[in-house]
């Protein structure tokens, strides 16, 4: 069996990536089970955190409550979605697939990246459905539409780089049943840690000091001040510099990962 050679231009790597990004975007919309749990999963998050739990949060005032949450609540989903990226490379692998990618005349890489390109419309969704139901439940953008469409534009830079942790994950177990357990020993402290629910100057001061420095924390506070008014500057440099981390650390691991799984 031919494999490709490794010396491809990272603009061929991407074209080709784009190419198999096609082919993870059609087994979404063939799947109708995934398309209903997108749907299900920010749906029931919102009933829960709102209607539940949220007068014991928020003290009785819902209504404010609502604002501070819908902004990380679209950060949370990111963090969950995550989850099927890994499952789906991981599942591909066993079933062989990959070895069929190897005989093809692309970039070793390409398999990769169009995974994670193909799954970015499943991002958008999630999040675009989170910020719907937001707006069902009283939530109120005090911005304008500029502002939304930039923060949907840096949701998604924050759900590309997230999903190259997912893919290492996937691309390390055998099992694709063993990836959402351990994606999630990733995800709970990003997601609970953070300032997605409550504020950090409730929590301890050693876990307000985590929370200050969590990406979930920049990116919801990055949301709160596109759709809010805020600031912004200061947690979209945050933000900015965990998504380069995010990168440098899990891609390389990803593709040490991947070339291993391939032998």
């Known amino acids: 069996m031919t494999t490709v050679s490794p010396t491809v231009p990272p603009t061929q790597a991407v074209r080709h990536g784009f190419l198999l ?10 799947n109708p089970s995934d398309i209903i749990g997108l749907v299900v999963q ?32 679209m950060v949370y989903s990111t963090l969950l979605v995550s989850l099927a990226t890994g499952v789906a490379l991981c599942t591909d692998v066993s079933n062989g697939v ?9 970039a070793r890489s390409a398999p990769l990246i169009g995974a994670v390109l193909g799954d970015l419309p499943r991002y958008f969704f999630s999040v675009v459905l989170t910020l719907g139901f937001g707006f069902m439940v009283g939530f109120e ?11 949907l534009i840096v949701m998604a830079l924050f759900a590309l780089s997230l999903c190259w942790m997912s893919v290492w994950i996937g691309l390390l177990v055998k099992n694709p049943q063993t990836v959402p357990g351990l994606l999630m020993l990733l995800i709970m402290p990003l997601s609970f840690g953070s300032s997605i629910f409550v504020s950090g100057t409730t929590m301890p001061g050693w876990l307000e000091a985590v929370t200050e420095v969590n990406p979930a924390s920049f990116m919801t506070e990055v949301n709160r001040g596109l759709l809010h008014g805020g600031p912004v500057a200061e947690p ?25 799984r391939m032998r």
């Open 98 to 106: 990959f070895d069929r990618f190897r005989s093809m005349p692309i």
């Open 21 to 30: 990004a096609g082919r993870a975007f059609g087994k979404l919309i063939k």
């Open 236 to 260: 979209l440099l945050g933000g900015l510099v965990w998504m380069a981390g995010l990168i440098a650390v899990f891609y390389p691991l990803a593709m040490v990962a991947y070339r291993r």
């Open 42 to 73: 920010p749906l029931i998050t919102m009933i829960l955190f709102v209607f539940v739990l949220g007068g014991a949060i928020s003290g009785g005032n819902t209504d404010a409550y609502v604002q501070q949450l819908v902004p990380g609540l």
């Open 141 to 151: 953008v005090q911005t304008n539409v500029f502002a939304v469409l930039i923060d």
